[in-house]
């Protein structure tokens, strides 16, 4: 049986990540493909743990910290992500092990070794669509949330260590998406990164979105 495929939605807090995913999601199916729509942290034992410590402005060495999330990314490969792929569905998830290279890069780990770990343990994604946004811009948007759920991640000169990380990444299945725009302009480029690099949408009359779309590499 061939492969499902994962694609992974990536960015800093306030790019629209959840937003894009959700959509995303809808014109999978919309295409009669059997979508896993799925986030990290998870809502699994080390997942919740995260969450709270991310709310209550917990201090967490940034090693203990990483433990915790390769953790819960373990149980999520485990439970979730490799059952999908072997049944040859397509997996959508909000967040994967390109948010530790840069948050737990960000905190004075190694994002290179986080990086080399990650690809030798979990499954590569087959797209990674990085949403690109000033750190300024995303922390404005995060704040403006009613209930803002990570404020321990939401600090100017934090975000600005992340993004930089995020800049640098050069993955053959990266692709970088300015997530400036308005939703719909933001959809239309991740729609356009999806039908160009995976076969899962087939061919489409050319977007407008290709503007906001960049290869790792440019």
């Given at each position: 049986?061939?492969?499902?495929?994962l694609?992974?939605?990536?960015?800093?807090d306030?790019?629209?990540?959840?937003?894009?995913?959700?959509?995303?999601?809808q014109?999978?199916?919309?295409?009669?493909h059997?979508?896993?729509?799925t986030r990290?942290?998870?809502?699994?034992?080390?997942?919740?743990?995260?969450?709270?410590?991310?709310?209550?402005h917990?201090?967490?060495?940034?090693?203990?910290?990483?433990?915790?999330?390769?953790?819960?990314?373990?149980?999520?490969?485990?439970?979730?992500?490799?059952?999908?792929?072997?049944?040859?569905?397509?997996?959508?998830?909000?967040?994967?092990?390109?948010?530790?290279?840069?948050?737990?890069?960000?905190?004075?780990l190694?994002?290179?070794?986080?990086?080399?770990?990650?690809?030798?343990?979990?499954?590569q994604?087959?797209l990674?669509?990085l949403?690109?946004?000033?750190?300024?811009?995303g922390?404005e948007?995060a704040?403006s949330?009613?209930?803002?759920?990570?404020?321990?991640?939401?600090?100017?000169?934090?975000?600005e260590?992340?993004?930089?990380?995020?800049?640098?990444?050069?993955?053959?299945?990266?692709?970088?998406?300015?997530?400036?725009?308005?939703?719909?302009?933001?959809?239309?480029?991740?729609?356009?990164?999806?039908?160009?690099?995976?076969?899962?949408?087939?061919?489409?009359?050319?977007?407008?979105g290709t503007?906001?779309?960049?290869?790792?590499?440019?």
């Amino acid at each position: 049986m061939k492969r499902g495929s994962l694609v992974v939605l990536e960015g800093l807090d306030g790019s629209g990540k959840s937003t894009q995913a959700a959509a995303l999601v809808q014109v999978l199916l919309a295409a009669g493909h059997d979508v896993v729509a799925t986030r990290e942290p998870t809502d699994g034992p080390y997942g919740r743990r995260i969450r709270a410590m991310a709310a209550s402005h917990e201090r967490v060495p940034a090693d203990e910290l990483l433990h915790w999330f390769q953790a819960d990314r373990r149980e999520h490969v485990a439970r979730v992500i490799a059952p999908a792929l072997a049944a040859a569905r397509v997996v959508v998830s909000d967040r994967y092990y390109l948010s530790s290279v840069a948050y737990q890069g960000a905190l004075g780990l190694d994002p290179a070794e986080i990086l080399r770990q990650s690809e030798a343990e979990f499954p590569q994604p087959d797209l990674a669509l990085l949403l690109e946004i000033p750190p300024s811009a995303g922390l404005e948007r995060a704040r403006s949330r009613p209930d803002p759920d990570e404020p321990a991640f939401e600090q100017r000169e934090f975000l600005e260590r992340v993004a930089d990380i995020y800049h640098r990444l050069d993955r053959p299945y990266l692709v970088r998406i300015d997530a400036r725009g308005g939703e719909a302009e933001v959809h239309a480029a991740v729609v356009t990164a999806l039908r160009e690099r995976l076969d899962l949408l087939g061919p489409g009359p050319a977007s407008a979105g290709t503007r906001g779309m960049r290869s790792s590499a440019d």
